[in-house]
């Protein structure tokens, strides 16, 4: 079974970067196609991008393309989410999630979630 600990998060103001951080436990993360999603209040959970397990394919939102840039480390278990130019519609729980299989950006496709960590953006 694979853990998943998002971290990272915080506030930050209009413009400003940050990144998050998803350590996964286990012996299987390499095994899994992993991805970030969001929920702002009020919103559904919506798809930030996704990394396939060898690395070699990214998926994006095509609103965040060029701002945000998703990255596994596979020596530290860890994938990352580096977030420029933030603006308040940012602001959301970011989770990360985990699932056999290739890429999707589809919520129900990946089984493993986090508890997400919030990122706040200020005007």
């Known amino acids: 079974q694979v853990h998943l600990i998002e971290s990272g998060g915080g506030l930050v103001q209009t413009g400003g970067s940050l990144s998050l951080q998803c350590a996964a436990s286990?012996?299987?993360?390499?095994?899994?196609?992993m991805g970030w999603f969001r929920q702002a209040p009020g919103k559904e959970r919506e798809f930030v991008a996704a990394?396939?397990?060898?690395?070699?394919?990214?998926l994006y939102a095509d609103s965040l393309k060029g701002r945000f840039t998703v990255s596994r480390d596979r020596a530290k278990t860890t994938m990352y989410l580096q977030m420029n130019s933030l603006t308040p519609e940012d602001t959301a729980v970011y989770y990360c999630?985990?699932?056999?299989?290739?890429?999707?950006?589809?919520?129900?496709?990946?089984?493993?979630w986090g508890r997400g960590t919030q990122v706040s953006v200020s005007s």
């Open positions: 999630a985990a699932r056999n299989g290739g890429l999707s950006d589809y919520y129900s496709a990946y089984n493993l």
């Open positions: 990394i396939n397990r060898n690395d070699a394919n990214t």
């Open positions: 286990g012996h299987t993360f390499d095994t899994f196609t």
